[in-house]
């Protein structure tokens, strides 16, 4: 029994995803087929492979899945030409050496190799896409991580400089008390004869 996982999506695994699915797009099969090979393979359900492929990953492989489509056609395409003409061909005679071989079979032979290159330069320029959307990535993941531990530091200086400041503002605030206090205490009022107030300098 497939056992269900709730931590996110990795990298490598959404990778797994997608080629799995587009390999099953490319021989036939069904994407619910691929969903249940990844979730054998990563310890999920069927269903959040699936929720994950249509949500995030699909977007990503647009391409990939146009070219696999049109290797699944391809290779349809090639399985029907080849039944057919084994079903047109007229019975032949057994070779006595494996060696010899007949104009149709060469004729098979170089379409095949013809389909099989187109598929590999196609193949080698999604994987060349691939790898620059990765660099690209990876580059903007470590721009980010500069950006990240300037803006830290600034922090750290902001924080330094704002406890500075408050220090120097409780400094000058008991200053003006401390003065304030030394003026009230040198002033001094008594009472003379003529009941009038009369200030006395200390």
């Known amino acids: 029994m497939t ?7 990795t990298q490598d695994e959404d990778l797994l995803l997608a080629d799995l699915v587009l390999r099953y797009i490319r021989d036939g099969g069904t994407q619910l087929n691929a969903f249940e090979e990844v979730g ?15 949500s ?15 290797q699944r056609k391809q290779l349809k395409a090639q399985h029907s030409t080849t ?12 070779q006595s050496s494996s060696s010899d071989l007949t104009l149709r079979d060469v004729i098979h032979f ?25 660099e690209g990535l990876e580059r903007h993941i470590q721009r980010l ?25 409780e400094r000058a605030r008991k200053m003006v008390v401390l003065k304030e206090d030394e003026k009230s205490e040198k002033v001094k ?5 003529t009941s009038k107030l009369k200030k006395i300098e200390k």
């Open 189 to 193: 009022f008594q009472v003379d004869q």
């Open 145 to 169: 991580e500069k950006e990240k531990h300037l803006l830290q530091n600034n922090l750290v200086v902001v924080e330094d400089d704002y406890k500075a400041l408050i220090e120097i503002m």
């Open 3 to 9: 056992s269900s996982r709730q931590d996110a999506w």
């Open 83 to 94: 039944e057919r003409a084994r079903a047109e061909a007229p019975p032949r005679e057994v």
């Open 40 to 54: 054998r393979r990563l310890s999920r359900t069927a269903a959040a492979c699936g929720f994950r492929w249509n």
């Open 56 to 70: 995030y990953v699909r977007k990503q492989y647009k391409a990939g899945i146009d070219l696999a489509k049109k």
């Open 110 to 134: 170089l379409e095949n190799l013809e389909i099989t290159a187109e598929n590999a330069n196609d193949v080698v320029k999604l994987n060349v896409d691939l790898k620059r959307r990765v």
